[in-house]
C-alpha cells in the first residue's frame, strides 16, 4: 500500500502541473485549448534538444522549453484565438480551432523532431528505497516531483499577490466589470495564454526525464488534462490541482487492486466521473476562481 | 481581328512548347516507365514510429534503385514509386486506403501494421487483385481461404517459443510473467505467448497485467508483476515507445531477471530511455548486425540515415518486402499487373537475400504455420542490447 501511496502522490503531482495551464486558458477565454497535449510535447522535446543533444544543463532545457512554449503561447492567442474570439460568438469556433492547431502541431513536431521516442539521461542517480523495496522512487522522480509542487506553489502566489495575477484573476471572474476597472483584455489573454503554455512546456521538459517524449504522447495527455479540470472543476486552480492528484491516486490504486481483473482502470475511473459529473456537473470547486 | 489575335496565341504557345522541347535534357525522353508500390499503414500518432519505418526504408531503397538506373522487370526497366497513405491506425481508414490503391491500379502494397487494419483490407484486397505485405500477425489472413496477404516479418508465435527454449536452456529460466498493452495486438501476441511458455513447461506467474497506450509512467503497472518474481518479464508485442520505458520501471523496481519482446526494438531508442538499464534486454531484429550484415545492408543503413537523418532499427526487417516484390516481379514479368501470376512464383522463388551474409536466399515461406507459403523469409535474428547497441545472440529460420 505504501508504494501505491507513492505512485499516486508522484502522478498527481505531475498531473496537476499538466491541468494547472489547461485550466488557466479555459478560465481567461473560455477556450478549451485541445492542442494543450502537444505543447506539453513541444516543451519534452524543446529540453531534450537543449539537454541532451547541445549538452547544456537541464535548467537551461527547462527553461528554454518554458521561453519557447511562453512564446508559441502568446502568437497563438495573438493571432489565432484573439480574432476568432473577436468575430464569432459560437464556442464551438475556438474548439474547431484548437484542434486545428493540435494537429497541426502534430505535424510540426513531427517534421521537426521525428517519430520516434526521445529520452534524456537521468538527471539524478539512484534509487531512494525504504525498508527493502516496501516503497521505491527514484530520485530523479522524487526531483521532478518536488519541482512541479513548487512550480505549482510558485504559480498559485503569482496569481494570487502580483499585478498581472490579480488582472488574470478579474478578467477569469467577470470580463466585463475587469475592462470597466481598466484591466487591458487583449494584453492580459496573451499573457494568460502564454502562461497556460508555458505551464505544458515546462511540465514537458521536467517529465522527459522520467517519460521520454514521443510524437503521440499530446492526444492522450490532453484527454487526461480535461480528466482532472472536469473533476476539480473547469477554471478553477485550486480544482485543477485537486483534479490532478485525485485522478494520480485514481490511477495508482486502480492499476493495483484491480490489476487482477484486467485492465479496467481507466474503465472504472471513467465510469465513476460520468456518475460524479451527473450529480455535480460543475466538478469538485464550482465556478472559476472560486 | 479575332482570328489574328488566335493565330498570335497559337504561335506564342507553338513557340513556348518548342522552346521547352529543345531545352528539356534528352533523358526525359528516356525515361523509364513508372512501377507504382503501395504502402498503407500508420505514419501518424502514437504508433507512427512503425509505419514511417516502413514508408523510409521503401523511399530509401526506390531513390537507391532509381538512382542506379531502375528496376529490370522482363525487357523493361522501371522506376519505382512509393504511393503512401496513412491510415491512422484505423481499420476504416486502412479500407479506404487500399481502395485508393485499386482505383490506382496498384497491385502490390505493403502494410498495414496492425491486426484489425490488415483484417479489413482484406476483402478490398481481394476483389481489386492486390497483394499486401501486413505486420499483422492473425494467422486468418495468411491461411487458406486467404491468398492475397503475406506477412511481412516474424510472427511472434514463432519467434517467442525459440527465445523462451533458449532462455530455458542456457538461462535456466522457470518462471515468466507477461505484460502487454490493452489493444488487439500486443494481447493477441501474449496469450500466444503464454500458450508457448507453457507448452515449454515454464511457469507463468503472471499474465493479466496490461497498461494504456498512452501510459506514460509504468512504475504503477509494473509493481504488482514484479513482486511475482519470475526469471523473464516478457513485453508481449512492446512498442518502441514503451519499451524503455518499461525496462526502466522493472529495473526501478528492483527487478533482477531477464526481459524480452517479440517486437523488433531501436537501440538509439532504448540507449537515450534506459541507458544501462536495459544492458541484457533481448528482442528479435533484423539483419544490420556486424555479424551478418552484408555491405548491401550498410549501404542501406547509410542510404537511409543520409535520407532521413537518423536510421531506425525497425527498418532492419521492414527493407524486405519492397525485395521481395521486385524479386518476384523480375522471376515473373507476368506478374507486373497479374496477382495470380505473382502467387504461383511465389511458390517457387529463391532470389539472392543482399542483405544477408551466408548465402540466404529470399524464399517465400509459411507451411509450417499457415500451410501455404504466405510469409516473408526474413532472418529471425536474437538480439541482445547492450551499451547502445544490439548484439546477435543466435539466429533461426522460420520454417
Known sequence: MEQIIANGLYLGAQ??????????????????????GQMYVIGGFVTYTVYA????????????????????????????????????????????LAAGLAFLLDAVVLLLFGEKQRGVPKIVNGIFNYNDYTIVMPYDKILVGVLAILAIAAFILYMQYSKTGRAMRALAQDKVAAQLMGVDVDRYSIIGFALGAMLAGVVGGLLVTVTGINLGMGGPTSIKAFMMVMIGGAGVISGAIAG??????????????????????????????????????????????? | ??????????????????????????????????????????????????????????????????????VKIGDKTYDVEIVTFDDQKDPKRAI?????????RIHYVVGPNVDDGAAAVR??????????????????????????????MVANYQSGPAIYKYLQDKKGVKKVAFVCANESDPLSQRESGVAAAKALGLTVVSDNITYQ???????????????????????????????????????????????????AQDAAVIKEGAGDLANGFISVGGASTPEIATDAMREFVARYTKMFGEYNDESNTKVYALEYIFETLKANPKAIDNVEEFKKTMETLAAENIFMKGGAKLKYVGMTSFGQKRQVSVPMVVN????????????????
Open chain 1, 244 to 290: 490532478g492528484f485525485i485522478l494520480g491516486m485514481l490511477e495508482s490504486v486502480g492499476l493495483t487492486v484491480l490489476a487482477a481483473y484486467g485492465d479496467i482502470t481507466y474503465l472504472v475511473i471513467f465510469a465513476s466521473l460520468m456518475v460524479f459529473l451527473a450529480i455535480r456537473p460543475q466538478g469538485l470547486m464550482g465556478k472559476p476562481w472560486g
Open chain 1, 53 to 96: 543533444q547541445l549538452g547544456l544543463p537541464f535548467v537551461v532545457g527547462v527553461a528554454a522549453s518554458g521561453v519557447t512554449l511562453a512564446i508559441i503561447g502568446a502568437l497563438v492567442q495573438k493571432f489565432l484565438f484573439g480574432p476568432v474570439i473577436r468575430k464569432s460568438v459560437r464556442e464551438e469556433s475556438t474548439m474547431l
Open chain 2, 384 to 399: 541482445e542490447y547492450r551499451n547502445g547497441k544490439f548484439e546477435t545472440l543466435f539466429i533461426a529460420e522460420v520454417d
Open chain 2, 1 to 70: 481581328m479575332l482570328n489574328r489575335r488566335i493565330f498570335v496565341q497559337t504561335a506564342v504557345v507553338a513557340g513556348i512548347a518548342a522552346a521547352a522541347s529543345l531545352a528539356a535534357p534528352q533523358g526525359a525522353w528516356a525515361a523509364n516507365e513508372k512501377l507504382r508500390i503501395g504502402f498503407v499503414g500508420v505514419t501518424s500518432g502514437p504508433a507512427a514510429a512503425w509505419g514511417i519505418s516502413n514508408v523510409r526504408s521503401m523511399q530509401t531503397r526506390a531513390a537507391w534503385i532509381n538512382e542506379t538506373g531502375g
Open chain 2, 213 to 263: 497506450v498512452d501510459t506514460t509512467d509504468f512504475t504503477p503497472v509494473l509493481t504488482p508483476v514484479v513482486r511475482t518474481q519470475p526469471d523473464l518479464l516478457v513485453l508481449s508485442g512492446a512498442a518502441p515507445a514503451n519499451t524503455p520505458q518499461l525496462i526502466r520501471a522493472a529495473r526501478e523496481l528492483g527487478y533482477k531477471g531477464l526481459i524480452s519482446a517479440e517486437t
Open chain 2, 96 to 104: 479506404a486506403g487500399m481502395e485508393k490503391m485499386a482505383q490506382e
Open chain 2, 123 to 152: 476483402p478490398v484486397a481481394e476483389q481489386n487483385n492486390i497483394i499486401y505485405f501486413p505486420y499483422a500477425f492473425p494467422k486468418s489472413l495468411y491461411v487458406k481461404p486467404a491468398s492475397n496477404a503475406v506477412l511481412g
Open chain 1, 15 to 36: 498531473y496537476a502541473l499538466i491541468a494547472l495551464g489547461l485550466t488557466l486558458i479555459f478560465a481567461l477565454m473560455n477556450v478549451l485549448n485541445f492542442a494543450h
